[in-house]
Each structure stands twice: as structure tokens, then as C-alpha cells.
């Protein structure tokens, strides 16, 4: 009997889809995807993406930015409970609302947002080039970052540059206390310290390094250390183990998991391909509208 990875394959040749897959999604996931990687990197390769079926493994928000970058493709979201609550926390109307209110502000919004709400900001921006983004601006243009306020807190300390902004957070960053970052240091005193620019900047200064998922395993690769501390989602070790067989990598404790990155799995992705089910569906009015400023963001 033919295994779910082999089916999978099959079904994947038949369609000639491809496989895109979140560093934080499940290990199996990330072992039958064509390309993993963060935000921006997923952005970039589901932007050159032919393939008539994109298989997008990861939050709701990414199949959605897959479908406004390839809207010809046709863009399956394997399991539609994987959202993530920090994109539901700045509604299109509210963002609208606070653009009528401040004409003069742009409006700077992080890619974890909904394509709706995508479709009524100036520019997006990814944890991966949020302070390029930001830094390109001139530094009296009024600004309102969302919706992750601690991201934002972690580039106006970066950039000494002020900036409104919204009230949002990733509720597993969130939730790491500067303590858990202590006692891994330590436990661990060899190891450097990576964490996500999710993280309040209280955890980001007892790091060495705030990097993007993507930007975590570069720096692995390129550095001498052999040991690291990781903080943030756990799923991501799996790559960095994969990639770096000899180092050693210890998650925080209590280990940060995204349920919502979990909630995709095997089955769903054999059953998406072989119906052509979850489709992301999107009116051509907010693929234009909110492709604007990924386009503004992929220029740069
Ligand atoms: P990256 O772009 O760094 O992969 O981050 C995505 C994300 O959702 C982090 O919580
Ligand atoms: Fe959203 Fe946080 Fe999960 Fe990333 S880790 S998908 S920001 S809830």
C-alpha cells in the first residue's frame, strides 16, 4: 500500500502543483514541500510561481498573499482553521477608519494581515524587511505601523525613528517572558541567543540576535557558534537540524508552538490535491487593491 507521502506525490504530478510550506509548519509538512522558507521568501517564490496549483502550507494570511501574487494559479489552503489571531487583530474597516482620520500618515502594514486589510494600506513589509521598509521612508513622513506593536517597538529602538502604532500582537512572542530567556542562557551559557522581532523588546535585548525565521538560518549556517538557543515557534528546529546536522539547538522552555501552524496536515494536503478543495478565493477588487503594496514592498 502506497504511503500518504507517495500518494501525495502522485497527486502532486498529476495537478503539477507545488508545494510551499511555512518554517514553522509541521516536520512532515516541511519534508514533501518544493520550498520552505519565511514570509518574504514564500512571497517572492509564490510571485514567480507558474504552477497551476499552489499547494500553501501555512496561516490563512500567506495562502492569501500566494493567491494575490499568482492569481492565475490556483491557490489551495489545505486546512482554512489555520488563520492567526495577530492578522485578525486590524480589521479592514478599523484601518480605514484611522486612514480617514490621519490623511497624512501612511499606513505600514506587516504581512501578517488579512488580504482585506492589505487592500487599504500604503506599503507591507515582513519581518525580514520590515527595517528596510521602514528605513527607506524620509524620516518626517508620518507613519502607523500594524498590526504588531512589537515588532514596531523593536525598529523605532533599531532606527531611533518614531512611529505610530497599533495594538496587536503574536499572542506566542507574546507570551515569552525576559526569564524563559534567562534561564536558556543559563542552561546554556555556550549557545547564542536568536529570537523573532515578534518578541517584546524586553525579551529582544537579553538576545544576541533578533532575525526573521528565514533570517535564522542564514545567520546558523554563516556562523561559527555550534550551539543556539531558539526563541521562537519550535517548528522551525526541524529545518535548522536538517540543514546543520552537527550543531545543537535547544528551544525555550515552555516550547513555543503555533497551534494554528500545526493545524495543517498530511491528510489535508493529499485531500486538498486530489479535490481541488480550500480553494483561496479572493474578488478581483482585492487581489488589485492589495497587491499594490506587497508590489511596493517586493520592489525594494
Ligand atoms: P517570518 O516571516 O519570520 O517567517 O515570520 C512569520 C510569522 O508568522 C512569525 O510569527
Ligand atoms: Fe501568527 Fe504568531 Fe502564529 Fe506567526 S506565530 S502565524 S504571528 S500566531
Not at 165 to 180: A, D, E, K, R, S
Not at 262 to 269: A, G, N, P, Q, S
Request: charged share 25%; with cysteine; glycine share 4%.
Amino acid at each position: 500500500m502506497a504511503t500518504i507521502e507517495q500518494e501525495i506525490q502522485e497527486l502532486k504530478a498529476a495537478r503539477k502543483a507545488v508545494i510551499l510550506a511555512h518554517n514553522y509548519t509541521r516536520p512532515e509538512i516541511q519534508d514533501i514541500a518544493d520550498f520552505t522558507g519565511d514570509s518574504l521568501e514564500l512571497s517572492r517564490k509564490a510571485a514567480e510561481c507558474k504552477a497551476p496549483v499552489i499547494v500553501f502550507c501555512g496561516v490563512r494570511f500567506m495562502a492569501e498573499t500566494a493567491k494575490i501574487l499568482s492569481p492565475d494559479s490556483i491557490v489551495l489552503h489545505p486546512n482554512p482553521a489555520s488563520g492567526c489571531p495577530m492578522a485578525d487583530m486590524a480589521s479592514p474597516e478599523e484601518v480605514r477608519k484611522y486612514k480617514d482620520e490621519h490623511p497624512d500618515t501612511l499606513m505600514i502594514a506587516y504581512v501578517n494581515t488579512t488580504a482585506a486589510t492589505k487592500s487599504a494600506v500604503d506599503i507591507c513589509c515582513t519581518s525580514g524587511n520590515a527595517e528596510r521598509v521602514i528605513a527607506s521612508l524620509p524620516r518626517d513622513q508620518k507613519v502607523m505601523f500594524l498590526p504588531d506593536k512589537d515588532l514596531g517597538a523593536n525598529i523605532i529602538h533599531a532606527l531611533n525613528r518614531p512611529m505610530e502604532l497599533w495594538n496587536g500582537y503574536c499572542p506566542i512572542h507574546y507570551n515569552i517572558p525576559p526569564q524563559v530567556i534567562q534561564d536558556a542562557r543559563a542552561a546554556h551559557p555556550g549557545a547564542e541567543v536568536l529570537v523573532h522581532p515578534e518578541c517584546t523588546p524586553e525579551v529582544v535585548a537579553l538576545a544576541d540576535q533578533a532575525l526573521s525565521t528565514g533570517g535564522m538560518l542564514k545567520y546558523i549556517k554563516e556562523s561559527p557558534a555550534t550551539e543556539f538557543v531558539i526563541g521562537t515557534e519550535c517548528g522551525i528546529i526541524h529545518k535548522m537540524q536538517k540543514e546543520n546536522p552537527t550543531k545543537k539547538f535547544y528551544p525555550l522552555q515552555p516550547n513555543p508552538i503555533c497551534v494554528d501552524m500545526k493545524k495543517i496536515t498530511l491528510e489535508d494536503v493529499r485531500d486538498c490535491l486530489k479535490n481541488l478543495s480550500n480553494q483561496v478565493e479572493l474578488s478581483a477588487e482585492i487581489i488589485r487593491d492589495a497587491r499594490k503594496p506587497i508590489d511596493k514592498m517586493l520592489a525594494m
